[in-house]
């Protein structure tokens, strides 16, 4: 797996233009680490909840929740952040977020094996 996130300054708006910090995240998975995506039907498993800084008061959460799905294909997943601080603790939890979800594929490669313990 090869995780790129990438930092970019945007300008928002017609009228009262508004700057953004947009945070592009690439993962381009192995051949093995697809199929076990796909074999295991992990696609729609959420990585991250989380909320753009553009985002509505009442729009529902599920719109903006991060899935493995998301991130197949060598899709970009862009993420609006209101700061730079904002945006350089989003990189952080997503590195997180990745490093678990390479273990955890890991540990979804196989399935368990026979263990016997005498008491």
């Known amino acids: 797996m090869r995780v790129s996130i990438s930092h970019h ?3 928002k708006g017609f ?9 592009h995240l690439m993962v381009a998975f192995t051949h093995e680490e697809k199929q076990i995506i796909k074999q295991r039907g992990l696609l729609k498993t959420k990585l991250v909840d989380r909320r753009p800084a553009d985002a509505k008061n009442d729009a ?6 991060l899935r493995v799905e998301h991130l197949m294909d060598g899709q970009i997943d862009r993420f609006l952040c209101a700061t730079p601080s904002k945006s350089k603790i989003y990189e952080e939890s997503i590195l997180a977020v990745m490093g678990q979800m390479k273990a955890w594929l890991d540990d979804n490669a196989e399935t368990g094996s026979r263990t016997v ?3």
């Not at 009228?15 to 945070?23: A, D, G, L, P």
């Not at 529902?60 to 929740?65: G, L, T, V």
């Open 15 to 23: 009228i009262f233009k508004k700057t953004y910090h947009e945070v």
């Open 9 to 11: 300054v945007i300008r």
């Open 60 to 65: 529902r959460d599920e719109k903006f929740e």
């Open 117 to 119: 313990i005498e008491l």
